[in-house]
């Protein structure tokens, strides 16, 4: 069964504070996506990671992709309040996983900006 | 370009009751997967359907079933509800069914089982 573990499961931090989140598997993914999720609505793609040791900066957050595919960091610099809600980490096709789209989600972090 | 749109946004059921969720998805996009989140379990894979036909299932009841018409809308259907159903329904569209394609999420459907 493949697995998907980020922590911290919960982080409240203040306005221009730093913050990273982990997102630990044994399984390999083809590919890994960090996706954002407010109140009331689905999860928006932030970013897709492929290849192993790829950094992706998308303005004050940076992603990286472990060298062995397994696992990802989400950084987040000078955080604001409207970083506010819940990251999610989801791997995509497995080793072996062929010709689907199915997401495999991490347990996810709640995060709260206080200003 | 309107985006995924699920149906009914709110639900409440008794158990025993059966439900049936919509989803569009956005025009042009091919696949669409459903996913339940809750709590305790966190978001988990329900189903994939592409050109109408079922391309992966994930490890839920006989009691969860979907289909995908020709204008690939989809609808899943829930029988025999019981208490641990109630969750937020979660359906994405994408293109085509490929690991890494994006997937654009719809706003959920919340369904509560008293």
């Known amino acids: 069964t493949q697995l998907l573990e980020q922590s911290p499961q919960f982080l409240s931090i203040q306005e221009g504070e730093n913050l990273t989140v982990y997102c630990n598997s044994s399984s390999v993914f083809s590919s890994l996506q960090w996706y954002r999720q407010e109140p009331g609505e689905g999860p928006v793609l932030l970013v897709t990671v492929v290849t192993g040791g790829e950094v992706k900066k998308l303005k004050r957050l940076t992603f990286q992709f472990g060298d062995a595919r397994k696992d990802s960091s989400l950084h987040i610099t000078a955080a604001q309040p409207g970083d506010t809600g819940l990251y999610l980490c989801a791997g995509a096709g497995g080793l072996y996983g062929g010709a689907t789209n199915k997401l495999i989600f991490g347990t996810g972090t709640l995060l709260a900006v206080q200003p | 370009k309107a985006g995924v749109t699920q149906t009914p946004r709110y639900l409440i059921k008794t158990r025993g009751q059966q439900v049936t969720l919509s989803c569009s998805p956005i025009?042009?996009?091919?696949?669409v997967s459903w996913y339940q989140q809750t709590p305790g379990q966190g978001l988990q894979f329900l189903f994939e359907?592409?050109?109408?036909?079922?391309?992966n299932k994930g490890n839920f009841p006989g009691r969860f079933s979907g289909r995908q018409f020709s204008n690939s809308r989809s609808e899943m259907n829930v029988s025999t509800l019981e208490l641990g159903d109630s969750a937020l329904y979660l359906c994405a569209s994408s293109l085509v069914h490929l690991p890494g394609d994006e997937q654009f999420f719809g706003p959920g459907t919340r369904l509560t089982v008293l």
């Open positions: 359907y592409f050109s109408e036909t079922q391309r």
């Open positions: 025009s042009g996009h091919r696949s």
